[in-house]
């Protein structure tokens, strides 16, 4: 059982009780159905448990007045209560408040229970509704935070993209070396979609929180996996390794294995560009296949400066985040 799990088998067990201890110190009847409600409310973010509470209290409201109804129609029976929860379930599917349907079910027995629907009943049922549900969204106000989770995603994802660098400029040095670049691919995809979910699971659980910086953050990732993607083509197609592959190749790895701060990218682009302009001044190619295969380096290298580019404006937006 992970943490998340044992913190909410904590609070639904410690919530449920509370609930029926405070129901019965005010002398509420039935005072299990406020620990019921309790667990009924409590969701897995505090965005589902507000939205679920404000349907459940709809919920409550309609099944008074549609129990109010049946009953002073047709009478405490079985009748009258097999029409009511007819009417409730399908007003429920209608709404679209499904959830609500067991609760406003269990509520309208008690009155059935009771054969009655007097003042004194219904205040009962609304003492039950208002502590269940106010415990319910009290103990789910306390998440544990994931934003530790996130910031070594974060972490992992960078390394994850080194390691393709690193395959790219092995392929480029070492064409028929076995390469693990579709894996390392696959487990970059892989960490992408977990850091997504924790990112969104992380707003749903702080209501006033601004997490917009690591949803930007993951689609800079995914740009750079595209231009990954787009070198990885480029690279398989060199038939042999032209002079200036060797040079391209020990930059990439140069890029792989920096861990990039304020002034990196911008290094990096001016040895980019030095690189690109010594590449143009030099003799032309002798032949064709020399040709093809230069021009293929100068198209990574056009790749190498998206990357880059990509990479200054995660970094800016990093250095942004954290010194607000």
Same mark, same amino acid.
């Given at each position: 059982m992970n943490k998340t799990d044992a913190v909410?088998?904590?609070?639904?067990?410690?919530?449920?009780?509370? =609930?029926? %201890?405070?129901a019965s110190f005010f002398k509420l009847q039935?005072? +299990?159905?406020a620990g019921v409600i309790t667990l009924l409310v409590v969701k897995d973010t505090k965005k589902e448990t507000l939205k679920g509470a404000f349907g459940k209290l709809f919920g409550f409201v309609l099944c +008074? @007045?549609?129990?109010?109804?049946?009953? !002073?129609l047709l009478g405490y029976n079985l009748f009258a209560f097999s029409l009511y929860i007819l009417i409730i379930i399908g007003t429920c599917?209608?709404? !679209?408040?499904?959830?609500? %349907? =067991?609760?406003? @079910?269990?509520?309208?027995?008690?009155?059935?229970l009771?054969?009655?629907?007097?003042?004194?009943?219904?205040?009962?049922? +609304?003492?039950?509704? %208002?502590i269940g549900a106010g415990i319910g969204i009290?103990?789910?106000?306390y998440m544990p935070s994931n934003f530790h989770k996130i910031y070594l995603g974060q972490q992992k994802l960078q390394e994850q993209v080194s390691l393709i660098l690193m395959d790219i400029a092995d392929i480029i040095s070492n064409p028929d070396k076995n390469l693990s670049f579709q894996d390392n691919l696959d487990e970059l995809n892989k960490l992408i979609k977990n850091s997504t979910k924790d990112a969104y699971e992380n707003i749903n659980n702080n209501l006033l929180s601004d997490t917009k910086y690591f949803l930007e953050h993951m689609e800079i990732i995914k740009s750079q996996r595209d231009i990954l !993607? !787009?070198?990885? +083509?480029? @690279?398989?197609?060199?038939?042999?390794?032209?002079s200036q592959g060797y040079i391209v190749s020990e930059f990439i790895n140069k890029v792989g294995n920096t861990s990039f701060e304020a002034n990196t990218v911008t290094n990096l682009l001016s040895d980019l560009n030095r690189i690109s302009n010594d590449m143009k001044t030099q003799p032309l190619p002798k032949d064709r296949e020399e040709f093809e295969n230069r021009a293929i380096l100068f198209l990574c290298l056009t790749e190498l400066k998206k990357y880059l580019v990509n990479r200054k404006n995660a970094q800016f937006l990093r250095d942004n985040y954290y010194n607000n």
């Open positions: 909410k088998v904590l609070k639904l067990s410690l919530g449920s009780i509370l =609930a029926i %201890i405070i039935y005072s +299990t159905v +008074t @007045v549609y129990s109010y109804i049946c009953f !002073n599917f209608v709404l !679209n408040i499904r959830y609500v %349907i =067991a609760m406003c @079910v269990v509520i309208s027995s008690h009155y059935l009771q054969s009655s629907m007097s003042i004194y009943w219904i205040l009962n049922e +609304t003492g039950l509704f %208002i009290i103990i789910n106000m !993607n !787009n070198l990885y +083509t480029l @690279v398989s197609q060199l038939n042999y390794v032209p």
